[in-house]
């Protein structure tokens, strides 16, 4: 073949092709809000058509027989046949899926998983059905975690609600007896009074820690900090607590352990843990307060007490705000002089605490008891 005719030739393919494929594009552009289906075998046949049109003309140029003719046109015939309803099916097929993912898209909203990643032979549509069950189960998780949070702002409404009554009833009866001059000891009346006031203060100082805690606006002032010293001075301050419940109050541990800390809310995530050990120990129980390093370098705070354990299927909510078992083991020492009766705070601060300073807090059953663990980096922010 000469150049000329292969010029000739191609230009014929293209112009037709360049007819058939403007065609093809105004009708796909007149059925853009049609049928999938419908679009597919616009194209299908646009292909074909592209095909047959312009070795058609070039035929009809080239064959003397009109018999050839008829039998390429027959061929051609059949092939687009065969062309146009290979694309019907693969249309049909693929609104099917669509109408699967669309139902799928719509459970996923409602809350369901109709999803199966092995329903598709197409590794694209396996790979999107896996991604839309990924994105489900994370949706369920996301709403379970929803509904906990949920549960427990109510749970911790419910305790204020509870435990505020009943400083607020005998700080009123006792106000009463005093206003009818019916109170036969004024002086002692007024210690308990201020007694209850601070106990309700150290419910308010609570809430307020909390939500610092849960609004990110927890600010942190980092020092170096001896762990022996906060923790001496924090079990000082609570021994007398523990001496009046008859408990061995010790603290054991390394001496010389620094980390850059706020040592006022260190102190208060340790004295949490130690006054919820002392809340719930047995009389003649000891509690161990300790300061130990872990092999990663971390400091571990730790508070061992003989309170019975808690149960297993509990373990995985005491740092829960507002949650609390038969016996609230999440007391706040703090603005209290030991004695509040809690509101399911105290160790969710402890947790919030601890995030703050990039560690994390454990608790474990051990022996007859249970063990706090609060880890924390030397450099929380480093």
């Known amino acids: 073949m000469t150049a000329s005719v292969f010029a000739a030739v191609a230009g014929i393919a293209l112009g037709c092709a360049l007819v058939v494929g403007a065609l093809g594009l105004l009708a796909l552009r007149l059925l853009s809000r049609g049928s999938l289906v419908a679009q597919i075998v616009v194209v299908a ?114 305790w204020i609600s509870h435990d505020l009554r009943t400083p607020l009833a005998g700080i009123r009866a006792m106000a009463e007896a005093l206003e009818d001059g019916m109170a036969p000891d004024p002086e002692r009346y007024y210690v308990q009074i201020r007694g209850q006031v601070d106990r309700l203060s150290g419910m308010v100082d609570d809430l307020f820690e909390l939500s610092k805690i849960h609004s990110g606006a927890l600010q942190l002032s980092l020092e170096r900090v001896s762990l022996y010293d906060l923790m001496s001075d924090t079990v000082a301050d609570l021994a007398p607590v523990a001496l009046a419940k008859s408990l061995d109050l010790r603290f054991e541990g390394e001496r010389g352990l620094m980390l850059q800390a706020d040592a006022r809310q260190l102190a208060r995530a340790v004295g949490n843990l130690v006054m919820n050990a002392i809340q719930h120990s047995p009389a003649d129980s000891v509690i161990v307060v300790s300061a130990t390093r872990h092999v990663d370098g971390r400091a571990i705070i730790s508070v061992v007490d003989a309170a019975g354990g808690i149960p297993e299927q509990d373990l995985g909510r005491v740092f829960e705000a507002g949650w609390r078992a038969s016996e609230p083991r999440t007391v706040s020492a703090w603005g209290t002089g030991g004695r509040s009766g809690g509101a399911g705070l105290g160790l969710a601060i402890v947790q ?31």
């Open 45 to 158: 046949f646009a292909t074909v058509a592209s095909v047959v049109s312009g070795t058609a003309a070039v035929a009809s140029l080239m064959y003397l027989s009109a018999h050839d003719l008829i039998v390429f046109y027959a061929v051609a015939a059949v092939a687009g046949v065969v062309s146009l309803v290979m694309a019907s099916v693969l249309g049909r097929s693929l609104a099917r899926d669509n109408k699967y993912f669309r139902a799928a898209a719509a459970s996923i909203g409602r809350g369901e998983s109709v999803l199966s990643p092995d329903r598709h032979t197409s590794l694209e549509f396996a790979a999107l059905a896996g991604e839309l069950a990924a994105t489900a189960d994370r949706l369920t998780e996301s709403r379970e975690r929803e509904e906990r949070v949920e549960a427990s702002r109510r749970e911790i409404v419910a």
């Open 352 to 382: 919030g605490i601890a995030e703050a300073h990039h560690g994390l807090v454990t608790v474990t059953n051990v022996g007859n008891g249970c063990r706090f663990d609060l880890l924390l980096p030397q450099h929380p922010l480093g």
